[in-house]
């Protein structure tokens, strides 16, 4: 009987070391990830972080107007500019003359390179679906569109001169956030070429 009870107290002091260890290990993990994504407990969290201190919302989502003013519209977090909606009606050749920018929604601006539309970064097939996280670095350290090496450069106001100072690992969180996010079929309509040529040719 006393080797059966001293039996039963090496084992349950054995699990508890062990169950204790393993607890340990797995707070030494979540620090190790928090580590590994920017102080948060995932990549998509701290992409997300990435998203909102990084303004992306205030071109690539539409707006909804509230008692304070035009807001970004949550439900079509970062679907671009709404395909059926058209630019501000303005004296296009007036503004690019005068160097001018204006915008209406904040998702399609008009100035002296005609007028640009922010593109829908939702994993839709009309947003990023298609893309690899490759062509996500591309796009955003080259300013190439759709991240293509021989594509077209991205138009004003995307900051990408200002983006590609971030490193590998912020550009993926935040590629793993859009990843994350609803898909919203929105096909965000082509750049419109200036009515002026510009200066110089």
Known sequence: MKTKLHFICITLIFSAILFNGCSEKEKETAE???ILHGGYESQ?????HLVMIGGCNDCHTPKKMSPKGPVPDMELTMSGHPAALPPPEV??????????????????W???????????LTPDQTGIGN????????????GKYKGMPSGRSLLPPMPWEMYKNMTDDEIKAIF???KSLKPINNLVPQP?????PPPGN
């Open 44 to 48: 998509v969290k701290w992409g997300e």
């Open 176 to 178: 793993a956030y859009l």
């Open 192 to 196: 419109v070429a200036p009515v002026s």
């Open 110 to 120: 008009i100035g002296p390179w005609g007028i640009s539309f922010a593109s829908n």
């Open 32 to 34: 190790v990830k928090k």
């Open 91 to 108: 004296d296009r050749a007036e503004m690019e003359k005068n160097g001018l920018v204006v915008t209406r929604e904040l998702t399609s």
């Open 131 to 142: 893309w690899q996280e490759s062509s996500f670095i591309i796009a955003l350290r080259e």
